[in-house]
């Protein structure tokens, strides 16, 4: 039954409240880490289910909530697609040698007191290039996550540098669609944005950079001596044949991305191209690792089974064997799954105008320049954390606070600035958002684990908040524009 009745913003708050209560003791009191593997996920699930429970108390239909949810999730099919297909990337990278060329080469070269600075900047480059972090990770980021392992580096640090790195790059590449959304939904200029963001991310990677040089100075790390390096080198060279051939793969994907090919295409090339070096260069391995007499038919097995399900490289090296291991496109089933429930919780929260009356009353509390981009901050994170989509944390705020700069005579790059600085960063950090599951996913390491040392993600909207409160760098509007003044 319809009511005329309209929800409070206690009401609206109530499913937030419940999936982060629920959220706490999933995680805190019964099942840690392993609450990714389902429990969260129901979480959400019931939380959206809440949320859409108190909308049909106040007159929103069930067709109307399935409407949003189903369009939330259409929304993803691009990306879920994509996360598949770098389960199938790892996979194949494993078996054609890719991933253990890298950390072959990896560990003759990259110092491990350096190696987290080094890893960043890794990471900068080729983000900046490809102007995506997601294809970052996949690819440098798969390899490094497995040389720090093999230097005894804690695997949240070093998932911490490539990330940092990655969002970095992706934030200052004119080729990121984020960095292309931010200014459109602030009506600023696309090259105007670069340049006024870098005044508050030159500073913030500068000082992750000194935070990560310090941790490979002072951090205690099981570093492997001449004689244990050789040991894996050697247990690397028993399974596969390495050449510098291999990297032909990577830099083949890094191609097509920089070309502008669709993402969905190159990883697929990558994955093809993966295969085919396998055959090529693997081929004792295959013969090993088949069940079939016929090495046509063995060969289609074990890429198969390399693309879409785990695959395991039987070694005695410790070290090693923890590394030489792949799910496949079923590793990243609980990611997938994850998503879409995150997706039911924020497609209903938009649904029902929940999600709309809490952004309006957050919006409410901006009174002077400060306070604004504060609460655009704010709203960014919570966006994030509802809506779990970081795309939603640029183009709600974006549209809510876009009138509102205008009117307190504040330059569009102003907005378009913090909704990076404060929605593209954070949206890594929550486990439930696309970007928190992705990357966990894809690096195999909990959001949680990754969190404290995601330092650039940390630091930038500290950093965009510094600027505003003491009026650095706050552009003005040319006289003649709107202002309340």
């Not at 000082?207 to 080198?233: H, Q, R, Y």
């Not at 954390?385 to 709600?396: G, I, N, R």
């Amino acid at each position: 039954m319809k009511t005329s009745r309209k929800p409070t913003i206690l009401i609206a708050l109530l499913p937030v409240l419940f999936l982060i209560t629920a959220l706490w003791f999933n995680v805190s009191e019964v099942f840690g880490d392993n609450a990714v593997s389902g429990s969260n996920q129901m979480v959400l699930l019931l939380s959206g289910a809440f949320a859409a429970v108190l909308g049909g108390f106040y007159g929103t239909s069930f067709e109307t909530t399935m409407n949003a949810v189903k369009s939330n999730i259409s929304d993803t099919t691009k990306p879920l697609l994509i996360l598949m297909l770098i389960g199938a990337l790892s996979g194949t990278w494993l078996l054609s040698g890719v991933v253990p060329a890298m950390i072959y080469y990896g560990l003759q070269f990259l110092n491990p007191t350096y190696f987290l600075v080094t890893t960043v900047l890794i990471c900068a480059m080729v983000s900046l290039a490809t102007g995506s972090s997601w294809s970052t990770t996949a690819t440098v980021g798969i390899a490094l996550i497995g040389i720090g392992k093999a230097m005894g580096m804690h695997e949240g640090m070093v998932a911490g540098a490539i990330i940092s790195g990655a969002y970095f790059g992706d934030k200052m590449s004119p080729l990121s669609d984020t960095t292309n959304l931010a200014p459109a939904m602030a009506g600023a200029d696309l090259f105007t944005h670069i340049r006024y963001m870098a005044l508050t991310t030159v500073p913030s990677i500068s000082i992750a950079l000194l935070l990560f040089g310090i941790l490979g100075f002072t951090t205690e790390s099981n570093e492997l001596n001449s004689t244990e390096i050789e040991t894996v080198l050697m247990a690397i060279e028993s399974h596969f044949y390495i050449t510098p051939w291999l990297f032909l793969v990577p830099l083949f994907v890094v191609f097509l991305i920089i070309k502008k090919v669709d993402a969905l295409v190159a990883l697929l090339g990558g994955v093809l191209l993966a295969a085919l070096f396998a055959i090529v260069f693997q081929g004792d391995l295959i013969a090993q690792l088949g069940s079939f007499d016929s090495a046509f038919i063995s060969s289609y097995e074990v890429i198969m089974q390399s693309m879409a399900l785990d695959l395991s490289i039987p070694s005695d090296n410790e070290t090693l064997s923890s590394l030489l291991s792949s799910g496949g496109m079923f590793g990243m089933l609980g990611t997938v799954w994850l998503i879409l429930s995150a997706m039911v919780f924020g497609g209903t929260m938009e649904a029902t105008g929940f999600l709309k009356l809490i952004t309006q009353a957050i919006a409410h509390l901006a009174k002077g320049t400060a306070s604004l981009v504060l609460t655009t901050a704010a709203t960014c994170g919570f966006v994030n954390v509802t809506a779990s989509d970081q795309y939603l944390a640029l183009v709600v705020p974006g549209r809510m606070f876009k009138d509102l700069y205008r009117k307190r005579g504040l330059a569009p790059e102003n907005l378009s600035r913090t909704l990076e600085d404060s929605g593209t960063v954070t949206s890594v950090l929550i486990p439930w958002n696309t970007c928190g599951a992705y990357q966990s996913g894809v690096l195999g390491v909990a959001t949680g684990t990754y969190l404290p040392f995601a330092f650039f993600n940390l630091i930038s909207p500290l950093m965009t908040l510094v600027f505003a409160f003491f009026g650095i760098k706050i552009a003005k509007l040319p006289e003649g524009q709107d202002s309340e003044k």
